[in-house]
C-alpha cells in the first residue's frame, strides 16, 4: 500500500511539473510577446514618430523661441544605438537672412554611462555648419536679440524664490566632439564702420570631456580655423571640474585689415600693411584664485606699415620684421619675462608743421595730447609687477625728421641706425647697456656706446661722430643767425655722464671736437664770410651744472674772414645775428640769467682756454662807403693767445704776428684780463712799412685829398678795463704825398696841405701821437673812426695856428708859439729889438726842418711910431730940439698932420724891414731861398707893450 501511495505521489509530482513547465512556457510566450509589443512600440516611436515630432517641433519651438524661420530636410532616430541624425538644417531671422544651418548633426548617446547615472555621448558630431554671428552696436549678439524680441519680460516679476541647498549638478560626458567643415561669417556692428569676417574652414575635436574631477583623465581638444589666410590652430588638454586647461595657441599671418578693425578703438593711428604671428603655451586653471601661465611664445610681425592719418601718402613707421622670443606671463607670480626683440629694417618718419607741433602728437586723440603736454604719468599699480626683457637688437633702421618751423624747411634722416639694448625689467635702477650707430643721409655719422639707468636717470656713454655735414643744420642755425653754409665737417669724440637724481640735472663731456673745412655766407649774399680748415678744441670739459666749459688747445689753421662795411655804413658781420620778437624774448632770457649770476657773484657760464693758436688765419675788409672802395687784407696771421677766461684773477697773454697788405708787419702782444670783468687788459699793436696809397679812400673822405705816395708805422698801446679803453696812438707817416683832390661831403675845410707840412719834419716824417678813450659799449664808438678823426682835427689845429703847432713840434729856445709867429723891430729902424734875432734862428731852424713850409715875411712900419722916431732922428740930425715942450709940440704937430716926413720914407722903411729879415733867414741861418716870399710892405704894424714895432709872419705851404 505504502508503494501504492508512493507511486501515486511520484505520479502527482511528475504531473505536477508538467504542468508548471507548461505554464512557465505559457508566461515565457506572453512576455515575449509583450516584450515584442513593447519593443515594436519603442522601435515605432524612436524610428518613427520621434522624428516625425521633432521634424515638425524643432521649427515651431525655434520659431516660437528666437523668431526664426527655420526647416529640416530629415531627422532620422535610431533607438536601440541611442543615436540621432539631422539632415539639411537652416534658419533664417526676423529680417530673412540665413542665421545658422547645417547640412548633417550626429549625436550618439552612451547606454553604458547612462546605466552608471551619466549623461554620456559618445559623440556629438557637427558636418558643415554655416552660423552668422552678429556683433551688435550695444554689443549684444544676434542670438541674444533675437531670443530677447522673442521671450519679452513677464509683465509682473516672478516671486523670489528662497534659496534651495545646492545640489550637484548632473554628470556629463561627451567622448568626442566635432564640428568638420563648418563655416562663421562674422559681422562686427560696434564701430562705424561696419566689417564682417568668413572664417572658413572651421574644425572641432573634443576628446574625454566629463563635467566631474577625473584624476588623470583630462580631455583633449584640438581647433582650427581660418580667415582666407590667416589661420587659428589651438590644441591641448581640458578639465571642467576643477576648470584646468593646457595647450598651445597658434594664431598665423593675421592681416593689417583684421588687426586694423579691432584696434580702431585704441589705436588712433592707421594700419596699412604688415601679418602678425602669435604663438605660445598656457597653463589655465579655475578655482578660489584664478590662473594664468605663458610660456615659449613667440611674436612675428612681418612688413608692418602705419600711416598716422588717412590722407597721408606715406606711412609713418614701417618695419620689415619684428620678433619676439620666449614670451612668458604668470598672473598669480605678476610677473611677466620676454627674450630677445628683433626689429629688422625699422623706419620712422616725423615732422613738425610751421606752427610747431609734431604730426605723432597731433595724430594723438585730444585726451592723450594734453595729458602728454601736462607731463602726467600713467597710474602705477598698487602691488608690484615683475617684468623683463633679454635685450632689443635693431638693425637696417632709419628714421626721417622734417620740420617747417624754420624758414626753409629741415630735414634730417639716419641711415643704416643699428641699435642693441641689454636687459631690460621693472628694476628701473639697474643700468641698462646699450649700443647704437647710425649714418646720416647728407653725409657722417654717429656712434654711442655705454649705459642708462632709467630712473632715477642716469646717461653714461661714450659718443663719437664723424664728418657730419653741417649743411644739413643750416635751416635751426637761421632761426637765429642770417647764415649759409656751403661746407663744413662735425666731429667729435668723448664720454657724457648725465644724472638727474637731484634737481636740476648735473652732468659732464669731456673728450674733443672738431668742425673742418668750414665755409660760411650771409644767407641772402654771394661770396665767403668766414672760412677754415680745421677749428679743433681738445680736451674739451664741459659742464652742465654749474654751466662751465673748459678747453684745454683751441687750434684755428687757415681761419679766413671777409668784413665788408656796406654802402650805408653797417658791417656784415652785424647782420649775422637775426632781430625780433623770438630774439628779443631770448634776450630776455638771457638778461634774467645774467642778473641772477651777478647777485650770486659768479657768471652764469664760466669758461676757460688754455690756449688758441692761429696758423696761417687771414681778414680781408671791405668799405663801401668810400669812393673808390677800399679794400685790403691781413693775412699769415700766426701766433697764440693764453690763458682766456671769464673768471677773475685771470692773466692771459696774446702774442700774434701777421701781415696787413701783402707787405706791412704785424704783431700784437699784451696780456689778458678775466673777459667780461674788470680785470684790466693791456695790448700792444705795431706795424711798419705799410704802403699809404691803401688808406687812399679814408684819406680822401676825411681830408678831400688822396694819398699818392708814403709809409705808415704804427705803435698801438691799448688799455681795457671792462669795456673802458684807453689808448695812445703812435703814428708815423714817412714822406707822405698828397694826391689828386677828392669830392668828399665830409672832407675837413681848412688847409689840410699847410697842417701837413707842418707836421712834416726834414725827413719827410710826420710822427703824431693820438691818445683816445671812449667806451666799447657804446654803439657810436669806433676806434678808426676816432683815430683819423683826431689825426684830421690836428691838421684842422695845425692850419688855423701853425705857429702853435710849429711851437709845439720844434725846440725854440722857449719862445712862445705867439712870438715865434712874429718880430719886433725898434721904432724907426730895422734894427731888430732884442732878443729878436734869437727868434728868427729858432724860426729858421722850424723851416729848415720842414721844407714844404714857405714863410711869408711882409714889411710893415707902424705910422705914429716909425714916423716920430724917423721924426726924431732928423731933428737931432739937423741939431733940433728932441726933448722938452719943442719936442712935444713937434710930436703933436706930426699927429695933427702939421708936420711930415718925405712920402716914401715910412714906405722905404717898411721894405727894408723885410729884405732884412728876409736876408738874415737866408743869408745867416741858411733857410733856402725858395721857401722865403716878400710881400707888399704894410704900414699898419702893431706896436707892443715895449714901444717895438711887430711885424707878423704867415706861413704857407708848397
Not at 502527482?12 to 512556457?25: N, T
Not at 623683463?388 to 620740420?403: A, F, N
Not at 684790466?680 to 699793436?685: F, H, I, T
Not at 715865434?820 to 734875432?837: I, N, R, T
Amino acid at each position: 500500500m505504502l508503494e501504492g501511495v508512493s507511486g501515486i505521489s511520484v505520479l502527482f509530482q511528475r504531473e505536477w511539473s508538467v504542468a508548471e513547465q507548461k505554464a512557465e512556457r505559457h508566461l515565457a510566450r506572453n512576455s515575449a510577446i509583450v516584450l515584442a509589443v513593447l519593443v515594436g512600440l519603442y522601435a515605432l516611436a524612436g524610428f518613427l514618430l520621434l522624428p516625425w515630432w521633432l521634424e515638425k517641433a524643432l521649427p515651431e519651438q525655434l520659431e516660437q523661441r528666437m523668431g526664426w524661420q527655420a526647416q529640416v530636410e530629415s531627422i532620422r532616430v535610431n533607438p536601440f544605438a541611442l543615436s540621432m541624425e539631422a539632415d539639411g538644417f537652416a534658419a533664417r531671422d526676423q529680417a530673412d537672412e540665413p542665421v545658422t544651418a547645417f547640412e548633417k548633426l550626429r549625436v550618439d548617446v552612451s547606454f553604458l554611462q547612462l546605466v552608471r547615472g551619466i549623461i554620456g555621448f559618445e559623440e556629438i558630431r557637427l558636418t558643415e555648419p554655416d552660423i552668422r554671428l552678429d556683433l551688435l552696436e550695444d554689443y549684444s549678439v544676434n542670438y541674444a536679440r533675437d531670443w530677447q524680441n522673442a521671450n519679452p519680460p513677464a509683465s509682473e516679476p516672478e516671486p523670489v524664490q528662497e534659496p534651495s541647498e545646492p545640489s550637484e549638478p548632473p554628470r556629463l560626458f561627451f567622448r568626442q566632439i566635432a564640428i568638420e567643415g563648418g563655416q562663421l561669417l562674422f559681422r562686427d556692428f560696434s564701430q562705424p564702420e561696419a566689417a564682417e569676417f568668413l572664417i572658413e574652414p572651421l574644425d572641432l575635436a573634443l576628446n574625454d570631456l566629463a563635467t566631474w574631477q577625473r584624476e588623470g583623465s583630462d580631455s583633449q581638444y584640438s581647433v582650427t580655423a581660418a580667415i582666407g589666410d590667416q589661420h587659428v590652430d589651438w590644441q591641448g588638454d581640458l578639465s571642467v571640474t576643477p576648470l584646468y586647461s593646457e595647450g598651445r595657441l597658434r594664431i598665423a599671418d593675421v592681416r593689417h585689415d583684421t588687426l586694423a578693425h579691432f584696434l580702431a578703438p585704441y589705436l588712433p593711428w592707421q594700419l596699412r600693411d604688415g601679418a602678425v604671428t602669435v604663438e605660445s603655451r598656457y597653463q589655465l586653471a579655475g578655482g578660489d584664485q584664478f590662473e594664468l601661465i605663458t610660456s615659449g611664445g613667440t611674436l612675428s610681425i612681418r612688413d608692418l606699415a602705419l600711416a598716422l592719418n588717412e590722407g597721408d601718402d606715406e606711412p609713418a613707421l614701417t618695419t620689415r620684421a619684428l620678433t619676439v622670443n620666449d614670451i612668458g606671463f604668470d598672473l598669480t607670480a605678476r610677473e611677466a619675462s620676454v627674450g630677445m626683440v628683433t626689429i629688422e629694417a625699422p623706419f620712422v618718419a616725423a615732422s613738425r608743421d610751421a606752427e610747431g607741433m609734431v604730426d605723432w602728437v597731433t595724430s594723438l586723440p585730444a585726451g592723450e595730447q594734453a595729458a602728454e603736454a601736462a607731463g602726467e604719468e600713467p597710474a602705477s599699480s598698487a602691488s608690484a609687477f615683475r617684468w623683463s626683457v633679454e635685450g632689443v637688437e635693431l638693425t637696417e633702421g632709419g628714421v626721417r625728421w622734417r620740420d617747417r618751423v624754420p624758414e626753409t624747411p629741415a630735414e634730417l634722416a639716419l641711415t643704416d641706425l643699428a641699435v642693441t639694448l641689454g636687459g631690460l625689467s621693472q628694476q628701473m635702477d639697474k643700468p641698462v647697456p646699450y649700443s647704437l650707430s647710425a649714418g646720416l643721409a647728407s653725409g657722417g655719422s654717429l656712434r654711442a656706446d655705454g649705459q642708462v639707468t632709467p630712473a632715477p636717470f642716469n646717461f653714461e656713454g661714450a659718443l663719437a661722430g664723424t664728418d657730419i655735414a653741417l649743411a644739413a643744420v643750416e635751416p635751426y642755425l637761421q632761426l637765429g643767425a642770417n647764415l649759409a653754409v656751403n661746407e663744413g665737417r662735425l666731429g667729435f669724440d668723448g664720454n657724457l655722464d648725465l644724472d638727474s637724481q637731484d634737481d636740476p640735472m648735473t652732468g659732464t663731456f669731456s673728450g674733443t671736437a672738431q668742425i673742418a673745412d668750414l665755409d660760411l655766407r650771409l644767407a641772402d649774399q654771394d661770396g665767403q664770410l668766414v672760412s677754415w680748415q680745421l677749428l679743433r678744441l681738445a680736451p674739451v670739459e664741459f659742464n652742465v651744472n654749474p654751466a662751465r666749459l673748459e678747453i684745454g688747445t683751441v687750434t684755428l689753421a687757415q681761419p679766413a674772414f671777409n668784413l665788408v662795411r656796406d654802402t650805408g655804413g653797417a658791417h656784415n658781420v652785424e647782420r649775422i645775428v637775426k632781430t625780433g620778437a623770438d630774439a628779443g624774448t631770448e634776450q630776455a632770457g638771457a638778461a634774467q640769467d645774467d642778473s641772477a649770476a651777478e647777485q650770486s657773484g659768479e657768471p652764469g657760464f664760466i669758461f676757460r682756454i688754455g690756449e688758441l693758436l692761429v696758423e696761417e688765419g687771414s681778414v680781408a675788409y671791405t668799405d663801401r662807403t668810400m669812393e673808390p672802395v677800399f679794400n685790403t687784407t691781413f693775412d699769415t696771421l700766426s701766433g697764440s693767445v693764453t690763458g682766456i677766461s671769464n673768471v677773475p684773477p685771470q692773466q692771459g697773454s696774446v702774442n700774434l704776428q701777421g701781415r696787413l697788405a701783402g707787405v706791412a708787419p704785424v704783431t700784437f702782444k699784451g696780456t689778458l684780463g678775466a673777459l667780461g670783468t674788470e680785470d684790466p687788459s693791456e695790448l700792444q699793436l705795431n706795424m711798419d712799412d705799410l704802403a699809404l696809397p691803401v688808406l687812399s679812400p679814408y684819406f680822401g673822405r676825411f681830408l678831400g685829398y688822396g694819398v699818392d705816395s708814403g709809409k705808415l708805422k704804427l705803435d698801438l698801446d691799448y688799455e681795457f678795463t671792462g669795456t673802458r679803453l684807453k689808448a695812445s696812438n703812435q703814428v708815423v707817416l714817412d714822406r707822405m704825398e698828397l694826391g689828386q683832390a677828392v669830392a668828399s661831403e665830409e672832407a675837413v675845410n681848412a688847409p689840410v696841405k699847410l697842417g701837413l707840412a707842418l707836421l712834416t719834419d726834414r725827413q719827410g716824417v710826420i710822427e703824431v701821437d693820438l691818445p683816445i678813450e671812449g667806451d666799447l659799449s657804446d654803439p657810436q664808438f669806433s676806434v678808426g673812426q676816432i683815430v683819423m678823426r683826431a689825426f684830421v682835427n690836428l691838421l684842422v689845429k695845425a692850419a688855423a695856428s701853425p705857429f702853435s703847432m710849429l711851437g709845439s713840434l720844434a725846440d725854440l729856445a722857449g719862445f712862445s708859439s705867439e712870438e715865434l709867429g712874429q718880430v719886433s723891430f725898434v721904432p724907426g729902424s730895422v734894427q731888430l729889438a732884442g732878443g729878436e734875432a734869437e727868434k728868427l734862428s729858432a724860426l729858421a731852424g722850424a723851416l729848415n726842418d720842414r721844407p714844404d713850409l714857405l714863410l711869408n715875411i711882409r714889411g710893415a712900419v707902424a705910422a705914429e711910431a716909425d714916423g716920430l722916431a724917423l721924426l726924431k732922428a732928423e731933428r737931432e740930425a739937423q741939431g733940433e730940439p728932441v726933448t722938452g715942450e719943442a719936442w712935444e709940440q713937434a710930436q703933436q704937430a706930426y699927429r695933427n698932420g702939421e708936420l711930415s716926413l718925405p712920402p716914401e720914407t715910412l714906405g722905404k722903411l717898411a721894405t727894408d724891414r723885410g729884405v732884412a729879415v728876409r736876408r738874415l733867414l737866408q743869408d745867416t741861418h741858411g733857410v733856402p731861398s725858395d721857401q722865403l716870399f716878400t710881400l707888399e710892405p704894410s704900414r699898419q704894424a702893431a706896436v707892443d707893450d715895449q714901444g717895438q714895432v711887430t711885424v707878423p709872419f704867415n706861413l704857407d705851404v708848397r
